[in-house]
């Protein structure tokens, strides 16, 4: 699992365009110069999690901390009992063998872009109705940022979007998907073939 995690956050860091993470044995430092979230810390299976909440705690600027675990109800507990304010949201850590990924067809115009290891697709319908994002690095493709606008939901066009990013990281030899999911588009990942691997808890000094 802390092979998957390093591997799910370059990628992840790629699409954001962040420099890479500072590996601190049991975490991964990640610098994002956000306002609201400076810094990230996002620990490996096994850590122990004391050291890492104090420092989320003292941090001068904010600072976030994100647990992937097998174990969320625990790990929420101990999260909440030291002080720090969990987001409600837990998402999942998901893979799946992108050679055998569904894809789905649309009338509407679907463009696509390479930049170095990052694959883009828009889905256009006048405006853009869809968009996602993957970073191809080796045997893996992270997926990332996948929306589809309001106006054009329920027509089937993130199914569109991952289709197509996945037959472009095929092309490029890939053959592992990561992402993280948030809830609701976990339903739409299973459905694609998608595989939960652990759940991902995510908190803040209060």
Known sequence: MDDLIRRWQYGWGLCRGLSPAVDRRTALDVTLGLPDRHRELFTLPGAALTPWI?????????????????????????????????????????????????????????LTTTEGALERVRVLAGEEAARGMAAVVGD????????????????????????????RAVARQATTGLLMASSDGAALYRKLGWVPQATMLTARAA
């Open 140 to 167: 893996d493709a992270v997926m990332h940022d996948v929306h589809t606008s309001t106006p054009f939901r329920r027509q089937g066009l993130g199914s569109v979007v991952m289709g197509v990013l996945a037959e």
């Open 54 to 110: 104090d420092e989320t705690l003292r941090a001068a600027r904010p600072t976030w901390l994100t647990v992937t675990t097998q174990e969320p109800d625990e790990v929420a507990a101990e999260l909440q009992s030291a002080g720090l304010r969990l987001f409600a949201e837990r998402k999942l850590l998901m893979t799946t063998d992108l050679r055998e990924h569904p894809t789905r067809t649309t009338p509407y115009d679907v």
